[in-house]
């Protein structure tokens, strides 16, 4: 099973980001914009883990720890902008198994999502689908009709962001930013030329592609 990753954070542009890298890496996400509203997901969908900001509207994330532990050994990352020693004392002696400060980096998230994880034997395992194409997550090999193509680090997570949601258009800098990170001025080219080499191994007519679409003037989208 794919794991499932609670976010709980009231600013907006911050669950965005976490969710594009999260579910970039494979993960399915909820969000929720105040602690009461996450501590009713967690009851409803049992997440396999949970990012908790500490300054939210109603419980706040040392609450909602203590919450969650009342009934709930799921591993919490609490992720605020209080850096101080007593802070991350007390988030840990609330249950919490990890914190970070902000400012923070994403993949350092993902990354600290997925030592949690090991820790408690939930890795699972996804194998994305979408007409003829396999991509399983665990190996990141590729299969079209059985027969593998292989993929380059960049080309994997290009093509793992469109097949989790076919039909949903993409701009370049969505791309770019669930694959490498951080966009900056320029890099329009760069995401071009990976999807200009994804389409040579995928389809039978590059110049007129089946899978990979262009949509003019927004970005890509894989045709479901």
Do not use: W
Not at 38 to 59: F, K, N, V, Y
Not at 99 to 112: L, S
Not at 154 to 166: F, G
Not at 203 to 211: F, G, S
């Amino acid at each position: 099973m794919t794991p499932l990753i609670l976010i709980a954070e009231d600013d907006a542009d911050i669950r965005g980001l976490l969710r594009l890298y999260l579910e970039g890496d494979g993960f399915k996400v909820l969000e929720a914009e105040d602690g009461a509203k996450a501590l009713e997901l967690a009851r409803t969908h049992s997440p396999d883990m949970a990012i908790l900001d500490i300054m939210m509207p109603g419980l706040n994330g040392f609450e909602l720890t203590r919450a969650l532990r009342q009934y709930s050994e799921l591993p919490i990352l609490i992720l605020s902008a209080k850096s101080q020693d007593n802070d991350k004392i007390l988030g840990l002696n609330l249950g919490a198994d990890d914190y970070i400060a902000k400012p923070f980096n994403p993949v350092e998230i993902v990354a600290r999502v997925k030592a949690q994880l090991r820790r408690v034997g939930r890795t699972g395992r996804d194998v994305l689908s979408v007409r003829d194409l396999n991509l399983d997550t665990v190996t990141c090999q590729l299969t079209k009709r059985g027969v593998s193509i292989p993929l380059t680090p960049m080309e994997y997570k290009i093509l793992a962001l469109l097949m989790r949601s076919p039909g949903r258009i993409f701009t370049k800098i969505q791309l770019y930013e669930g694959a490498v990170g951080p966009y900056f001025e320029g890099d329009d080219n760069t995401m071009m030329v990976h999807i200009s080499k994804l389409r040579d191994k995928l389809e039978a007519d590059p110049k007129n592609p089946r899978y990979i679409i262009t949509v003019r003037g927004l970005g890509y989208k894989l045709e479901k």
